[in-house]
């Protein structure tokens, strides 16, 4: 009965947090951030009959296509909206909050009341993972797959079933055709897991050579689509220049010089935490929650070392302690951390950390300071970079919606606008373009620029008149080029 309640109370934890963070995405206000339009774009346009986004590099996409086809799939089925455009990563928040609970470690993973609570609210409370669970982005499904691989390795790795084997390469084939900062993830969790039972691993090898093939399978089959469309090269380079590290050995076999440049500019007059977001390192400092709760896995993990208890710890939980340290250096030294990967530090940190104040046996105060500790971060913490959490009265969609109105944007005429803007208009017209778009149509006749500096750089480039100013935007016309070529 004991057991059952437990379960109980954790499908409980798990839809109210689900509900909780739908209504909240109802009250969120429309205002896209870029990435958010970016994967928007691209999915919209696959369930439209085109091959790519018009963004990031028109025709050069730079991340792995399942996500973007599965989505375009859902909006056929649904509709193109921002609601439908963001649900999907909160049903894929809760699934993943379902296997951390039911599966990981046979699904015995946290035995109290109090550590399941902990777990709940540092997960649906957390609010760096809120900011990728009511996103367009594709981490929330990475983490998923993430963890349905690492579920599957352990299982096959303690029991060698066939079931547990073919589940493996199944999620780490998907994962491979969804994004790479879920499969770095991966290889960080299941090399730990190995590693901290290395006699095992020796006999467990063919695991690793089975996640191996299944990903080179996958990623193949990613390059045969991509190439099915020109852009296997372009794929490619895209994909892995987005790594600083990648950059520079790609600039050493080219040239046979070695940089330690990135394409941010560094000087004098940086503080430190402008020089520490050049290097794309700013999730260190972006998730503080994390921050916090690496600070007290440490002291418990003292604690448990000065008790000798140590191998009474589970393999899944010694690994998850292992991984949520060393997960930021890993991606760091893979040339790129942004706030948006903290996830694949946090969630195993919070994942050790419940079980860690289980045994230690002080659960019940210390997972009731996080909830509180939690509620209060999550409302009185800053918005995310320019994405706005919430905005009850809808001033944010008043003032935009007033003025995409008074910009005129016809439904039949290309046009450039800014990214924030996508949502409102995305639905009733296909003919948008916006920021890092590497391809504009010869038919692009209107754009809605927000600053003198992007006036300039586009006046170097096409020949612009002037109409009318909305807001703090300024409406052009666009009447020609000056350089031959750039409109495709």
């Given at each position: 009965m004991k057991r059952i309640s437990i379960q109980g109370l954790a499908i409980l934890l798990g839809m109210l947090g689900l509900t909780i963070e739908i209504v909240m995405l109802y009250?969120?206000?429309?205002?896209?951030?870029?990435?958010?339009?970016?994967?928007?774009?691209?999915?919209?346009?696959?369930?439209?009959g085109e091959f790519v986004s018009t963004v990031w590099g028109g025709g050069k996409p730079s991340y792995s296509?399942?996500?973007a086809?599965?989505?375009a799939l859902w909006y056929k089925l649904l509709g193109f909206s921002y609601f439908t455009a963001q649900l999907p990563n909160l049903l894929f928040a809760f699934l993943a909050y379902l296997v951390i609970v039911f599966r990981l470690d046979g699904g015995t993973l946290l035995r109290s009341k109090w550590s399941l609570l902990a777990l709940a609210f540092g997960y649906w409370a957390s609010d760096s993972l809120f900011g990728i669970f009511t996103c367009g982005r594709v981490d929330t499904l990475c983490l998923l797959l993430g963890l349905l691989t690492i579920d599957s390795f352990a299982r096959a790795f303690e029991n060698r079933k066939v079931k547990d084997v073919f589940l493996l390469c199944v999620w780490s084939a998907f994962q491979m055709a969804t994004g790479f900062e879920g499969v770095l993830f991966t290889v960080i969790v299941i090399l730990i897991y190995g590693v901290l039972q290395w006699r095992k691993a020796l006999h467990n090898w063919t695991l690793y050579l089975y996640y191996a093939i299944s990903s080179i399978v996958s990623l193949g089959g990613v390059l045969l689509y991509m190439a099915s469309h020109d852009c296997a090269k372009a794929f490619i380079r895209t994909t892995f220049g987005f790594s600083y590290t990648i950059q520079g050995a790609i600039q050493f076999f080219e040239t046979g010089k070695f940089s330690f440049d990135t394409p941010v500019p560094i000087d004098d007059r940086m503080t430190l935490r402008e020089r520490i977001d050049s290097l794309t390192i700013d999730g260190l400092m972006a998730n503080r929650e994390y921050g916090v709760l690496l600070i007290i896995v440490i002291i418990l993990v003292a604690i448990v070392l000065y008790r000798k208890e140590l191998k009474n710890l589970s393999s899944i939980c010694g690994t998850m302690i292992v991984a949520g340290i060393l997960a930021p250096w890993v991606y760091i030294v893979a040339g790129r951390y942004a706030w948006y990967y903290t996830w694949a530090a946090y969630v195993p940190i919070l994942v050790s950390f419940c079980v860690l104040i289980e045994k230690v046996g002080v659960e019940k105060i210390v997972s009731s300071l996080l909830c509180i500790g939690m509620c209060l971060w999550f409302t009185l913490s800053p918005e995310y970079k320019d994405r706005k959490?919430?905005?009850?009265?809808h001033v944010i969609d008043e003032q935009n919606l007033c003025d995409i109105r008074s910009a005129g944007i016809s439904p039949r005429e290309s046009t450039y606008i800014p990214y924030k803007w996508y949502y409102y208009l995305a639905p009733t017209n296909n003919k948008l373009y916006?920021?890092?778009?590497?391809?504009?149509?010869?038919?692009m006749t209107k754009m809605v620029l927000s600053s003198p500096k992007e006036v300039e750089y586009w006046g170097n480039i096409l020949e612009l008149e002037y109409q009318y100013k909305v807001g703090s935007y300024g409406i052009y016309r666009v009447l020609g080029e000056k350089s031959n070529g750039f409109l495709r």
């Open positions: 009250f969120r206000p429309h205002e896209s951030w870029y990435d958010d339009a970016f994967w928007a774009d691209w999915g919209f346009r696959l369930s439209q296509p399942l996500y086809l599965m989505m959490r919430l905005d009850f009265r916006f920021e890092g778009s590497g391809s504009y149509p010869k038919d």
